[in-house]
């Protein structure tokens, strides 16, 4: 008995392997997305950190202490001088070409107001409509403005005699370290990639399961489906979609040999956590596919229903803005999706490595999604028989 | 001349009868179609309200923080009692030992720990640098920002305090302490998106996506359909293009343009207002981007749509390109600092020249001039679209009239061999009626 159930499987997943090889459109779907994507996310985040960020200035006092300041500000990290401007007017217009993000005015007689202790200002203008620019511009020039005065200070101090081991004190009384757990390097595309690969796959996985069993429904093709699982409706779902989970547990690993491996991002705990958490997710995205299609057996709904969970479910992971903090009603759709209970054990386990007992409830969680499709396994069932929805 | 002009005139009348009659056919496929319905007016309805629901709270605010206070000083309680009070953060319990700190943190009750150090008030008291540590949650960037900006914030006040009280230790008052403290007073001034807020620095690129996506989808999925249809699967039936290709065209992209110039003002200038996002810009200055946008997304998705055999292929194929038209768009990575392939790749799509003159009309208020760069790509991408489309077309109507000629033929043919048939029976009747 066994040995036949194996057979039925067999002849559906050959059946299934035979189609994939009819049109490109399998092709695409399963492989040529997600090398698509790998390669533009690499490629698109290679610099890591953002660098080096056009800056401009307007300098009406043109002294030798206002050229050292600009000298010292092109050498930061973030920023770059691309530009002198003559007056404030010019310089908003070229920010709002979007030619600089940033623009420093330094008034006229600064270096003679600074050296009769008249206390000239510096003043930033910074543009935080491309907020990641924006903040980082602000934090590597307010850093080096402290520097500047720093310096100052401590010249004046000196001079007036005060005893050398009180200085630091009186510069800057409190100091912070601060440290970022578990990506000490602040690498942008760290962040990014380790939620995009999975979030493209899911994308990938749940539009792929939706168009392999929606297209039996498009071309009638269903009742021979079935027939060649000798119309067992289970085994049939299963030999379809075997090929699948395997293809896409292959992604999956890849990802996280690209991310932990080839990229070396931070792994902070065994690599076996990550891959479990891919097998995982890899099924509970096909069971969302196959809730999907089967409340609506209609290929071209099912898709565009796909696209509309789809593309929430980057929101919905909470890397960028986190969950928590959003609206309360919003909230609760974070759960619905695979990709926010996988970014949980990532961060647990990849990026925090602590105790695989934190991450034990989103694995459980994940692994609930598999009972997701027994709400519509007969609803699917009947569909597949009958035939009873429209094709467009 | 009356005799020249008059058939001339006679001709344009009706070239603009087949055209509108083209544009009233789209209008019905469009409005009989439930697929094109939903992404055409439902998705754009509802897209808008929802990411800006979703983002609605700006900034993060009472971040739960995690304090180990091993100083247990005065001081320590000050800089406590300050962070508290702070917007951002929230002081969720005082531990101890860094380790039941961490505890709390692994569970994920707090998104940063902030050790202060056994010496840290006798340091502040005996003059000397004193020291805190920082611990941020990096799942997020936003924690980070957040953590560090409160504690920076009440560092830097408790600092000023200090500051002023050592130099006062050292006879240093009045002016000359003011100059020690701040000898370069620096502003930093942000023009624009002022509170730092995540809504109102991705919902614009997002609007722009959203029309962007819905039209390229809608006419890839009518197209499919038309496909689907056809007999020849010809993307334009021969009943409605009477073979010229330019009407058809114009008669299309005219029903979709008129649906999503409607649309951009609620997306455009409705939603912004709505939530409160920032809309500086000026309704003309929009609507003179907003034209060429359309008119090069239209006729960039009808020359893409040629080349989809199904209805949903396009969703297919390129659904997950809302993402990663939205990097090319240069929003999240700035522009400027883009890897010069994708860089080149993203001036195709009508988008990214779209997000970045939305931007900058919406969020920082530049005028048509300044922004004369989009303005003009658009333009140039519309006319170049407009070709391709035109030429695409042109290529498909070649093609279902070459079919419906074979057809024709063959049924000719076939009307021959039948007539020829109906002849021999014929003749074999007369000769066996004769005989």
């Known amino acids: ?392 | 001349m009356k005799i020249t002009r008059f058939p001339r005139i006679k001709r344009l009348k009706s070239n603009i009868k087949d055209t509108f009659d083209i544009f009233v056919n789209e209008m019905k496929m469009i409005s009989h179609d439930r697929g094109v319905v939903v992404i055409f007016i439902l998705a754009v309805l509802a897209y808008p309200l929802l990411y800006s629901l979703v983002y609605k709270n700006e900034t993060l605010a009472n971040l739960p923080v995690a304090v180990v206070d091993n100083s247990r000083s005065h001081e320590s309680t000050e800089l406590i009692r300050h962070l508290n009070a702070t917007p951002e953060v929230d002081v969720f319990s005082t531990y101890s030992s860094l380790y039941d700190a961490q505890k709390a943190f692994n569970q994920r009750l707090v998104n940063g720990v902030i050790y202060i150090p056994e010496d840290f008030g006798k340091n502040i008291n005996t003059g000397q640098k004193a020291n805190i540590s920082v611990y941020c949650d990096m799942s997020s960037f936003l924690y980070y920002r957040t953590v560090l900006q409160a504690t920076n914030h009440v560092v830097l006040d408790m600092g000023k305090d200090i500051q002023v009280k050592r130099l006062g230790e050292q006879g240093i008052t009045g002016e000359s302490a003011k100059i020690i403290t701040e000898p370069v007073p620096y502003n930093d001034v942000v023009l624009y998106n002022e509170t730092a807020g995540y809504a109102s620095f991705l919902v614009p690129a997002v609007l722009i996506l959203i029309l962007y996506q819905t039209l390229f989808f809608g006419i890839t999925i009518l197209a499919g359909t038309a496909r689907e249809e056809n007999r020849f699967h010809a993307l334009v039936s021969s009943s409605v293009h009477k073979g010229k290709t330019l009407r058809v065209v114009l008669g299309k992209s005219a029903a979709y343009f008129i649906i999503y110039l409607a649309w951009s003002i609620y997306v455009l200038k409705v939603i912004p207002q709505l939530f409160s996002l920032p809309h500086l810009g000026d309704s003309i200055d929009i609507i003179g981007l907003v034209v060429p946008f359309l008119l090069a997304s239209i006729f960039f998705a009808m020359t893409i749509s040629v080349f989809l055999p199904n209805r949903e292929t396009g969703m297919l194929v390129f659904g997950i390109f809302s993402l990663i038209l939205l990097f090319l768009g240069g929003v999240s990575w700035p522009y400027y600092n883009m890897n010069g392939f994708w860089k080149a790749f993203g001036w195709i799509f009508p988008s990214t020249h779209g997000i970045q003159g939305y931007i900058k009309i919406n969020t920082l208020g530049a005028d048509i001039q300044t922004i004369s760069k989009e303005y003009h790509t658009l333009w140039l991408q519309a006319l170049i679209y407009l070709l391709l489309c035109v030429w695409a077309y042109h290529w498909q109507i070649k093609k279902s009239l070459a079919n419906a000629r074979v057809r024709q033929m063959v049924s000719h043919k076939r009307e021959i061999a039948r007539n020829e048939s109906d002849e021999q029976t014929n003749t074999t009747k007369n000769s066996n009626a004769q005989s």
Not at chain 1, 159 to 186: C, F, T
Request: include cysteine; charged fraction near 15%; aromatic fraction near 14%.
């Open chain 1, 1 to 392: 008995m066994p040995d036949k159930k194996a057979s039925i499987i067999g002849a559906t997943l050959r059946r299934e392997l035979a189609r994939m090889k009819s049109r490109p459109m399998y092709f695409i779907l399963t492989l040529g997305i997600m090398s698509f994507c790998y390669i533009f996310f690499i490629s698109f985040f290679s610099e890591g950190q953002l660098m080096k960020m056009p800056v401009g200035i307007i300098d009406h006092d043109n002294s030798k202490i206002s050229r050292q300041f600009c000298r010292n500000l092109d050498a930061t990290q973030q920023a770059r001088i691309v530009m002198k401007l003559s007056n404030f007017k010019d310089a908003r217009v070229e920010m709002q070409k979007g030619n600089i993000y940033a623009f420093v005015e330094i008034e006229k007689g600064f270096s003679e107001k600074l050296q009769s202790n008249k206390r000239p200002p510096i003043t930033f203008y910074i543009n935080d409509a491309f907020l990641t620019a924006g903040s980082l511009l602000l934090k590597d020039i307010s850093a080096m403005s402290l520097l500047t005065s720093g310096g100052v200070q401590q010249k004046v101090l000196r001079a007036k005699g005060v005893d050398e081991s009180l200085i630091p004190g009186i510069v800057q009384p409190i100091s912070i370290d601060s440290h970022m757990i578990g990506n000490p390097w602040s690498n942008y595309s760290d962040y990014f990639l380790n939620v995009f690969f999975p979030g493209v796959l899911e994308f990938v996985i749940l539009m792929t399961t939706v168009f392999v069993i929606g297209i039996e429904f498009k071309e009638r093709t269903s009742r021979n489906w079935l027939r060649t699982a000798n119309n067992s409706f289970s085994r049939a779902l299963i030999g379809k979609l075997l090929p699948y989970t395997a293809i896409f547990i292959c992604l999956g690993f890849l990802s996280n040999i690209i991310l932990f491996g080839y990229l070396h991002f931070p792994l902070n705990s065994s690599l076996f956590w990550m891959l479990l958490a891919t097998v995982f997710y890899v099924i509970a995205c096909q069971a969302v596919g196959l809730l999907i299609i089967g409340t609506l057996p209609v290929l071209r709904d099912s898709v565009s229903i796909v696209m509309i969970y789809g593309m929430f479910g980057f929101t919905f992971t909470g890397f960028t803005f986190p969950i928590e903090q959003m609206a309360y009603p919003v909230r609760i759709f974070s759960y619905i999706y695979p990709i926010r209970h996988y970014f949980n054990i990532y961060v647990n386990q990849a990026l925090h490595g602590v105790d695989i007992r934190y991450s034990f409830g989103s694995y459980v969680i994940l692994l609930a999604f598999i009972l997701l499709p027994a709400i519509i396994f007969f609803r699917l069932k009947k569909a597949a028989i009958y035939q009873n929805y429209p094709i467009k």
